[in-house]
C-alpha cells in the first residue's frame, strides 16, 4: 500500500507544483519517506530537514494526526495507507 505526503503551499515550487506525492513504496519511518521524497524531488527534503538530519525548527511533521515531535521524530513509523503532513509552523500577533 502506499503513502501520501501532503506538500505545504511554500514547498511546492520545489515539487513541479504538486500538493501531493505518493509514494509507491511504503515507507518504514518517517525518515525513509522523506529519504523517498528526496529522491524525487530533493528540494523540498531539503527545506525541511536540517543538514545534521533533524526536522527544521519552524516545520512541523504529522503522520496521520500526531506531531512527529511528540513521537519518535524521524524514527516514527508510518504505517501503510496513512498521510505525511508537512506543515510549516506559523507566527504572528
Excluded: W
Amino acid at each position: 500500500m502506499s503513502v501520501l505526503i501532503l506538500i505545504p503551499g511554500p514547498l511546492r515550487p520545489f515539487a513541479k507544483g504538486h500538493d501531493r506525492v505518493r509514494l509507491d513504496r511504503s515507507p518504514g519511518t518517517v525518515a525513509q519517506a522523506l529519504a523517498q521524497l528526496s529522491s524525487i524531488y530533493p528540494g523540498v527534503c531539503d527545506r525541511v530537514v536540517t543538514e545534521q538530519g533533524e526536522v527544521r525548527p519552524h516545520i512541523n511533521v504529522f503522520v496521520g494526526e500526531e506531531n512527529i515531535r511528540d513521537d519518535q521524530g524521524l524514527s516514527t513509523e508510518v504505517p501503510d495507507g496513512c498521510e505525511i503532513a508537512i506543515l510549516p509552523a506559523v507566527s504572528g500577533g
